[in-house]
């Protein structure tokens, strides 16, 4: 099997089309099919299929496209060494980040870059669920969140794990529940709700509080950025849910627990395995997980 060719397979599964493949690669979508047809020809098994007007992965092109993955890590080791010979210090560590992990850790980033650290490079990139492990395609480490028993991260990317993070109720501190320690999803559900937009992570508890209750949700708002939210939220507009250690501070707002309900979200390091092979990258995991020992109090960041 041809390197290159792997590796176009790997970015069609990453990026899930011929064209953004080819802009990626610097080649024409005729070129990347070519080397989709002449991996092809030396697998038993169909590699791709068509779904729509897009062409994605079979289970047999998932499997090698992660095959890839590890042949992509092998050669970054070989390139690891000589870099070791040469003593190469590595340069810049470009990462990404959904808006509250960015406020929270890139911070931290910045001051370990500060003090002598690797140099960090930081953007901003607030997307659904399954568009995160695309990103590392662009950027060395990608901060990411999923829910709990949602799909878990793909084999094409490794993940170190940050924050097993609660989802609280955010309530105005004036509001008749402030006062409660817990609350129940039957009392919130009566409250119009400060939601996220269709297709992103925060979307789906909504739904769970919808379905203990027994009532539908009034979506009272749409709106991403947590700051906002919290704007808000704090301003009378309605409840929200917010993750209890990365939540943005702001004054007349407070948080409660759902009683009945545990809900929860993961926040994930996704690099590509053999971007993690780098020193500097792995120096900036390293930070990222110590800041987020710090954010819960408790030394243990993930479950």
Same mark, same amino acid.
């Given at each position: !099997? ?143 969140? %999923? ?71 009034? !979506? ?21 849910? !917010? ?31 053999? %971007? ?28």
């Amino acid at each position: !099997m041809d390197v290159r060719q792997l590796a176009v397979l790997r970015e069609l599964g990453d990026r899930g089309s011929v064209t953004a493949v080819a802009e990626a690669l610097f080649i024409t979508p005729s070129a990347v099919s070519q080397q989709l047809a002449a991996l092809q020809r030396g697998v038993g098994v169909p590699l791709t299929r068509r779904q729509g007007r897009r062409l994605v992965l079979t289970d047999a092109g998932e499997a090698l496209a992660a095959a890839a993955a590890d042949v992509a890590a092998a050669l970054s080791r070989a390139e690891g060494a000589v870099e070791d010979f040469l003593a190469d210090p590595g340069g810049l560590v470009r990462v990404a980040a959904f808006s509250s992990a960015g406020a929270a850790f890139f911070p931290a980033l910045v001051r370990v870059a500060a003090a002598g650290g690797p140099g960090v490079e930081c953007a901003e990139r607030d997307v659904a669920q399954s568009a995160f492990p695309a990103l590392c395609a662009e950027h060395d480490v990608v901060l990411a969140h %999923r829910l709990d028993h949602s799909p878990p991260w793909p084999r094409t990317v490794t993940v170190t794990r940050l924050l097993h993070e609660p989802l609280d109720v955010a309530l105005p501190a004036e509001h008749p529940l402030a006062h409660r320690s817990e609350v129940t999803a039957e009392e919130v559900s009566r409250e119009p709700w400060v939601a996220v937009h269709e297709g992103f992570p925060l979307l789906a508890p909504l739904e769970a509080i919808a379905t203990t209750s027994g009532r539908s949700l009034t !979506m009272a708002h749409r709106v991403n950025e947590l700051s906002v939210v919290a704007a808000l939220v704090a301003a009378g507009a309605g409840v929200a849910l !917010m993750p209890r250690h990365t939540a943005p501070a702001a004054p007349g707002l407070v948080l409660r627990p759902l009683r009945d309900l545990a809900l929860a979200r993961h926040v994930d390091a996704l690099v590509r395995p053999e %971007r993690a092979l780098r020193r500097t990258v792995a120096a900036v995991l390293a930070a990222l997980v110590r800041e987020a020992e710090a954010l819960t109090g408790d030394g243990a960041p993930a479950r």
